[in-house]
Structures are given as structure tokens and as C-alpha cells.
């Protein structure tokens, strides 16, 4: 798979989400950020991760 985000990207995104006020619900952003997710389940085991991770930053 081809990755247009690095992970550091990623994290970035999800709090640049989390602080917007913006749904991090996975069906959510599966919507209205198919790339983010994609990406998002590259670098971690889950979505649930990639949240984990985003939030000890």
C-alpha cells in the first residue's frame, strides 16, 4: 500500500480533529477522511490506537 501521510501526519490530523470539535468516531472519519483512516491503519493496529496515540502526545 502507498502511503501519502506519514504517522507523525496522522497523529497530527486526529488532535488537529479532536481539538476542531470534529467526530473521531472510526465510521466518521472512514467518511469524511478515507485517506486519514487508510493511513491511520498502517501505521497502528486500530483506529482505537491511532487514538491512544494521538492523545499521550
Not at 493511513?39 to 493496529?45: Q, S
Request: proline content about 4%; overall charge positive.
Amino acid at each position: 500500500m502507498d502511503t501519502t501521510l506519514g504517522a507523525d501526519e496522522v497523529v497530527r490530523r486526529i488532535k488537529q480533529l479532536q481539538s476542531g470539535g470534529g467526530s473521531v468516531s472510526k465510521k466518521q472519519v472512514k467518511q469524511s477522511d478515507p485517506e486519514l483512516m487508510r493511513n491511520a491503519l498502517f501505521y497502528f493496529p486500530s483506529w482505537e490506537h491511532a487514538l491512544k496515540n494521538a492523545e499521550q502526545l
